[in-house]
């Protein structure tokens, strides 16, 4: 007695159906360890043109962040991708190690900086950057990214350091570094300078103040005893007024209010009168604001002169016309001063408290001053009005505190020196998304000199001496001389040698007849280290340069992208970069930013031990990352089922192919039934739309691509279909390896496809593969991308199975509305009779297609459209009707049959199963 069961061809697979990610991803971390996967992959590709990702150091500090895995998946994506493509792939990860959080985690660790010398506060500062070095490489390791993890580049390590010098060298000789007293960013919570890359802006309610000025000499063109009015939100910066800016082009006028008059421009008058609350007023002279040029103002409290100045960057968008004008506390303010020769006063000190330059407020902090001017103004009948106002004010986005400009001695870098230069390298740029060419251009415009200085510990020194006479020395000798030291000890050495022993030996200068030197105390901002990596990664290490991509969140257009691109023009008159790719923020899934007081905060460490890091990764590729991108745990869920039907479906093909040799058993496209090569074309469409996809770095094309193709050419068409040949037919039938044939060549190219995204799944049905002897390779990781294969005949092929498909989602549609009103249960119980006109007809008595194995039902008929009955359901391409098919259930293949019990052998089963069972069975 033949147990027909035990006749089936059922899908044989080890894969199991669940991943398991949290606890196997580990695993095939370990087994690619000890493969040494990138190495293996980078001997694979040796002599391929060579394709370059650099990558933006994160900062060594605390765990990774959504924001980091984002970055960092999305890097792993493209060069497992291109190194799949035809190109020779070397990702050396990197890290941002100097700078404010390192010397304030120690300081919170209870480090005294102070009872130390510089140096070995410094050697605490690196061991403490290596520890988070370690924290952070081991995540970013755990999210499956590959590249040089043992070698990657730091910007604390001795090698990188002396290139860094070395552009600041070249910089220097070519005359773009120098040293000036102009205002800056402070960061009183810092006590340091900070470049503009460092300022975020957040809501403050400041004091807004009208002041009176008294005219000292008027010249006898506008009354002796009218008065400038000026306007203000920094009542703290009144002390250190030296003048008061007009516009040349405006007309000004002095009115009369009550007994007293006033000078404004003409253009603010009836909103100054509103704001101050003059009920009545005159105007009694006009004159425009060039006439005015050079009146002497009276200080409102101290003995001092406040001289009237014009200039175009007075604006009648607020205020009054008349600008309060502080030299040391504004970028307009220097600039007109300079042109008037008035000298840069800027009485507040490193922590933001006044000098004895501001008598009557000395040591008195900045912000707690602007009540005591305030009231000191209406002291003196100078203060006009005093009101309240919200608005956006810069702080320092690492103590998160309010930062003010205040002139004090820095190096800077010139930008006007080569601002042309630096636009034309933007215009060579390749941007991704395109917004962000007018983003760096227009940062790149309008950004002032680039104030490299930082009153800080732990950082790369500026490497200047000085001569007896204060002059700076900079050389190509003393460069070349610390870029040498640097390189064998590491900077230091710069805290642990005087300046004599750092010098070249021998080295004199005529500012040092008594042959004594000094250095610079101050470091580098952080920014021309990493801005400095194109030399210390690239040239360094004998990479391609400039890089083909560099690729950060979108803030960085006015952090590393800036930085890297002032260094590598001003050293080479070319971007460090020919593309640019920028992504953004990662949000809560209502769209609000992440916040621990939120409490929305989600962890990648936690995703990837409740969901698996190919899920947070599939994640990555399903969303649109050059907008902000949203993240919640329902979203990942709805990620997971993605994942899990794609995961199923690589089961399921496996499951089919366990006896298929591809090396003995491939049918040639040729002779591949039309069904079957008409989704080998549909394979080969997929193909085609995700190179191209993956070429411009659209990954979630990528991902819906390959969901639709799994869930509507595969699972509810071709590997349902399947399922009655691959099962009931014989193990060689000619039909079966037909559609095995394809089936494999679907799950290699499904398997090698999705490798950027899912590595883990991918090498794990891969294992599988290898052991079965179907693959040489012994992972996924060392093979390249299906070429796309076009056939003759695949035009022809898709319009008519497109009108096919057309008709066979009708028959769908009428097999479902039968199963509703009970005439059926499943789709085999059914017989359809389609009643269509003559093209569809044509298609549907084609002798090469089994129409009803295409629409799984027992027994099919085309009929005249005109025979319609009048039961036939009418749909867009034909009318229908759905009834129980005659005869008896097969045992074996379960469609209902008038043959079940032709075969007497064989009395439950349907003729084609009997010569089945006969052939291979009995």
């Not at 039909?735 to 799950?747: E, G, N, P």
């Amino acid at each position: 007695m033949v147990e027909y069961k035990e006749t089936l061809l059922m899908p044989k697979t080890d894969f199991p159906m669940r991943g398991n990610l949290p606890a196997n991803e580990p695993k095939m971390q370990d087994k690619w360890n000890g493969l040494d996967i990138n190495k293996l992959q980078m001997e694979r590709t040796e002599g391929r043109p060579e394709y370059v990702l650099h990558d933006g150091p994160p900062y060594a500090n605390g765990d990774i962040h959504i924001g980091h895995a984002l970055n960092k998946v999305l890097k792993d994506m493209i060069t497992r991708h291109r190194s799949m493509t035809g190109y020779h792939v070397n990702y050396i990860p990197g890290w941002d190690t100097h700078g404010l959080p390192i010397e304030q985690a120690l300081t919170n660790k209870g480090v005294k900086r102070k009872e130390m010398s510089v140096a070995d506060f410094r050697e605490l500062c690196e061991q403490y950057a290596y520890e988070q070095i370690d924290n952070q490489r081991a995540q970013f390791r755990r999210l499956g990214v590959r590249g040089d993890w043992e070698n990657p580049y730091i910007t604390l390590k001795p090698a990188f350091e002396a290139r860094q010098i070395e552009v600041f060298g070249q910089m220097a000789e070519k005359g773009y570094i120098y040293k000036g007293l102009k205002p800056v960013y402070w960061s009183p919570s810092s006590e340091s300078a900070l470049a503009e890359a460092e300022i975020e802006y957040k809501d403050v309610k400041s004091a807004s103040i009208y002041v009176s000025f008294a005219i000292k000499d008027a010249k006898g063109i506008v009354p002796a005893d009218a008065k400038f009015i000026i306007w203000t939100t920094t009542p703290w910066t009144i002390p250190a007024n030296l003048g008061i800016s007009l516009n040349p082009e405006f007309i000004y006028v002095v009115v009369a209010v009550a007994d007293k008059k006033f000078i404004i421009a003409k253009e603010l008058l009836e909103t100054i009168a509103k704001e101050l609350e003059w009920e009545t007023y005159e105007v009694v002279q006009e004159v425009k604001g060039e006439a005015l040029d050079r009146l002497v103002a009276q200080h409102p409290f101290y003995d001092r002169e406040s001289l009237v100045m014009v200039g175009e960057h007075v604006t009648a968008e607020a205020g009054t016309g008349c600008v309060h004008t502080a030299t040391g506390h504004g970028e307009d303010d220097y600039n007109i001063g300079k042109l008037y020769d008035l000298p840069i006063l800027s009485p507040v000190d490193n922590r933001g408290c006044y000098t004895d330059e501001a008598p009557g407020f000395e040591g008195v902090f900045y912000n707690d001053a602007n009540k005591m001017v305030t009231e000191r103004l209406a002291e003196v009948g100078a203060l006009e009005k005093l009101d309240f106002f919200t608005h956006s004010y810069p702080h320092d986005w690492r103590t998160k505190k309010p930062v003010i400009y205040r002139a004090t001695p820095q190096w800077f870098a010139s930008i006007d020196a080569f601002r042309d230069e630096l636009l034309a390298a933007v215009k060579s740029t390749t941007f991704t998304p395109a917004w962000g060419e007018t983003r760096l251009y227009n940062m790149i415009r309008d950004r002032g000199d680039w104030v490299i200085s930082r009153q800080r510990a732990w950082g790369v020194p500026i490497p200047i001496f000085y001569a007896e006479n204060g002059e700076p020395i900079i050389t190509p000798e003393t460069i070349a001389r610390i870029s040498a030291l640097f390189r064998e000890h590491g900077s230091n050495i710069w805290f642990q040698k005087s300046a004599k022993e750092l010098l070249p030996e021998g080295f004199t200068h005529p500012g040092s007849p008594n042959g004594e030197f000094t250095k610079e105390n101050d470091i580098m901002d952080v920014w021309f280290d990493s801005g400095s990596s194109h030399q210390g990664v690239l040239v360094e290490r004998g990479m391609k340069y400039p890089a083909d991509l560099y690729l950060e969140g979108s803030d960085q257009h006015r952090g590393w992208f800036n930085s890297s691109l002032i260094t590598s023009v001003a050293i080479n008159g070319y971007a460090p970069y020919k593309g640019l790719l920028t992504h953004g923020f990662v949000l809560d899934g209502e769209g609000r930013k992440m916040s621990k007081s939120l409490g929305n905060v989600i962890i990648p460490q936690k995703v990837m031990d409740q969901y698996g890091a190919d899920i947070l990764r599939l994640w990555v590729a399903s969303v649109d990352y050059t907008a902000d991108v949203r993240i919640s745990m329902d979203m990942l869920k709805q990620v997971s089922e993605v994942y899990r039907k794609i995961r199923n479906t690589f089961r399921f093909l496996h499951g089919n192919i366990a006896d298929f040799n591809p090396q003995t058993d491939r049918v040639a496209y040729t002779d591949l039934r039309e069904m079957d090569q008409y989704v080998y074309m549909r394979l080969q469409d997929i193909l085609k739309t995700v190179r191209a996809a993956y070429d411009r770095y659209d990954f979630a094309a990528v991902y819906h691509a390959i969901n639709n193709f799994v869930a509507v050419e595969l699972s509810s068409f071709y590997l349902d279909i399947a399922k009655d040949v691959v099962y009931i037919e014989g193990h060689d039938n000619k039909d079966r390896r037909a559609m095995q044939s394809v089936i494999y060549d679907t799950l290699m190219t499904l398997v090698r496809v999705m490798t950027p995204i899912i590595p883990h799944t991918t090498d794990e049905i891969w294992s599988y593969l290898f052991e079965q002897g179907l693959v040489e390779e012994v992972s996924v990781q060392l093979t390249d991308f299906p070429e796309v294969e076009e056939q003759e005949n695949f035009e022809s092929l898709r319009t008519k199975w497109e009108a096919i498909i057309d008709v066979r989602d009708d028959i769908l549609k009428a097999l479902e509305e039968a199963r509703n009103a009970k005439t059926i249960g499943k789709s085999l119980e059914a017989k359809v009779t389609v009643y269509a006109k003559e093209d569809i007809s044509a298609l549907l008595n084609d002798a090469n297609i089994d129409f009803a194995q295409l629409s799984i039902v027992s027994d099919f008929e085309v009929a005249p459209f005109e025979a319609a009955t009048a039961e036939a359901l009418a749909f867009e391409h034909a009318s229908i009707v759905v009834e129980k098919a005659t005869g008896e259930k097969c045992e074996r293949c379960w469609s209902i049959s008038p043959t079940v019990g032709s075969n007497e052998a064989h009395p439950t089963v349907c003729a084609r199963c009997a010569e089945v069972v006969e052939k291979y069975y009995v």
